[in-house]
């Protein structure tokens, strides 16, 4: 056999071969990962307003967001650790405002849970421009920046919320204006001449914002049923404090961290609202200082 025949079978079983595992697996399934598949729940409702899973494109954006996060192994199991820590600051303060306790769901899909940063300025875990944080009484300066206090920043998002709600009627569409401006969302009901979300062209973020909230409720409510059943040990926990009430400058925050026991990486730690080395107090103003009592002896 000259060597060009051989060449020629050897081809021919190599096709054959690939023929014969694709048939393999398109009749078996093999070659498609559905271990992490889940059937789409059709009982959802943020802040008790259902959304309309009978409508195609709303189970598909659905199926999206839950697909996604379900697998986004890491990231979920470390908000889920945070969540521990932060919700137990979060959910009184909603109470209080009368704002649902389903929002703080929209501050897991803003930050994370943690201080974050956005290229365009957004900061802290509900993630306020300067301009708004000052508008909901919140002190922007270079020395004291409250979009970093959680319980401060909570009330301010409370505060933007319920003003959301009053003008749009419901919470839905106050939790989409929170990502696309009230003046945002409210220009395109007047446009399209719907007024649900759900009934909405949106740009892609806004349009997704709900499902986001949605899907990290379902996975966060059902953790077990989507393979994030944590034991409760590996949380992160509350650290107690005690507090100290501050109505003078402190020229060296370093200097005062050692005066109360700790030392200047804890206080930034339990108190990320301050900015700088040093803390300039306004006028007829005062500050609450978070110390901590545990957690940090060697």
Sequence with gaps: MNKVKRMAIVAAVILTSGVLVYWTNAGTGTDVDVKNHVYLPMN????????PMTLS?????????????????????LIIKRANRAFPVIEPILRQYGVPDDFKY?????????????????????????????????EVTE???????????TEAACKYLLSAKEKFGNWTLA???????????????????????????????????VF??????????NQAKYGYDLPKDVLYQQIPVRKIEVTANIDDLAAFAIEQGINYKILKIHNPWLRDKKLVITPNKK???DIPLEGYKR
Excluded at 44 to 51: C, H, K, Q, T
Excluded at 143 to 153: A, F, G, I, M, P
Excluded at 212 to 221: F, G, H, P, Y
């Design 44 to 51: 959802i409702d943020f802040a008790g307003e259902r959304a």
């Design 57 to 77: 494109d709303v189970k598909e954006r659905m199926d999206r967001e839950l697909l996604v996060n379900i697998n986004l192994h890491a990231t979920t199991a």
């Design 106 to 138: 929209l501050a897991v899909i803003e930050s994370g849970l943690i201080n974050a940063v956005s290229s365009a300025g957004a900061r802290g875990v509900w993630q306020f421009m300067p301009e708004t944080a000052k508008e909901k009484g919140m």
């Design 143 to 153: 020395t004291v920046d409250e979009r970093y206090h959680l319980e401060k920043s």
């Design 175 to 209: 939790a989409a204006s929170y990502n696309g401006g009230m003046n945002g969302v409210n220009k395109q009901i007047d446009s399209q001449k719907v007024s649900d979300y759900y009934d909405l062209l949106l740009n892609d973020e806004t349009a997704r914002y």
């Design 212 to 221: 986001r909230i949605l899907a990290l409720k379902e996975i966060m409510t």
């Design 287 to 289: 500050y609450t200082i």
